[in-house]
Nanobody, 114 residues
């Protein structure tokens, strides 16, 4: 199982970015999918998760600004990030669960700065 994340970059406060993470390999389906982030000096934290059935959960700090979604046919998870703040600056990692095992992507940098 391999994960390929993309969509990070530099954006001004109040701007938007869309992250995507595609899963490849000899798999039929993906169970839970999610996004985590880790900023300098802090532990990795959950940003948003989505179950195989589409149920979602979000960190309080991103509720109302971020939206997680998935395309099961493409085995891809997305994170739409709006109204970005400097405190959203971090490396964002996707995580998926396949056949009971978790897999992590390499991370993509998101920097929110003027």
């Amino acid at each position: 199982v391999q994960l390929q994340a993309s969509g990070g970059g530099l954006v001004q406060p109040g701007g938007s970015l869309r992250l995507s993470c595609s899963v490849s390999g000899s798999i039929f389906s993906v169970n839970a999918m999610g996004w985590y982030r880790q900023s300098t000096g802090n532990e990795r934290e959950l940003v948003a998760g989505i179950s195989s059935g589409g149920s979602t959960n979000y960190a309080d700090s991103v509720k109302g600004r971020f939206t997680i979604s998935r395309d099961n046919t493409k085995k891809t998870v997305y994170l739409e990030m709006n109204s970005l703040k400097p405190e959203d600056t971090a490396v964002y990692y996707c995580r998926v669960v396949v056949y009971g095992m978790e897999h992590w992507g390499k991370g993509t940098q998101v920097t929110v700065s003027s």
